[in-house]
């Protein structure tokens, strides 16, 4: 069993930043990459980015390249998602997940654990 606790969210102003952290219960051989996923209100998951664990090969969605950092540390069992310039849009419940496969898919069904998600809200 996986175990993702998520923190970092909150209230920021329209151009600020935000770094949320996804601690991982296990980073094993069942695990192989991290991804962060948002979802606003009547809209469908968003894949934002990913990482994989060994190698550290990360991989974005274009909608957050620029902005959007993923890292991870790996003696904290720890994935990052450091979120700058943020924009209004950028409204959403945050879930950061763990899946045995690679960095060929950013579809959410490629992931098996789940974290329970952190609130991220931008102001005008």
């Known amino acids: 069993q996986v175990q993702l606790v998520e923190s970092g969210g909150g209230l920021v102003q329209a151009g600020g930043s935000l770094r949320l952290s996804c601690v991982s219960s296990r980073h094993t051989f069942s695990v192989n990459t991290m991804g962060w996923f948002r979802q606003a209100p009547g809209k469908e998951r968003e894949f934002l980015a990913a990482i994989t664990w060994s190698g550290g090969s990360t991989y974005y969605a274009d909608s957050v390249k620029g902005r959007f950092t993923i890292s991870r540390d790996n003696a904290k069992n720890t994935v990052y998602l450091q979120m700058n310039s943020l924009k209004p849009e950028d409204t959403a419940t945050y879930s950061c997940?763990?899946?045995?496969?690679?960095?060929?898919?950013?579809?959410?069904?490629?992931?098996?654990?789940w974290g329970q998600g952190t609130q991220v809200t931008v102001s005008s």
């Open positions: 997940a763990a899946s045995a496969l690679g960095l060929g898919s950013s579809s959410w069904r490629s992931y098996t654990y």
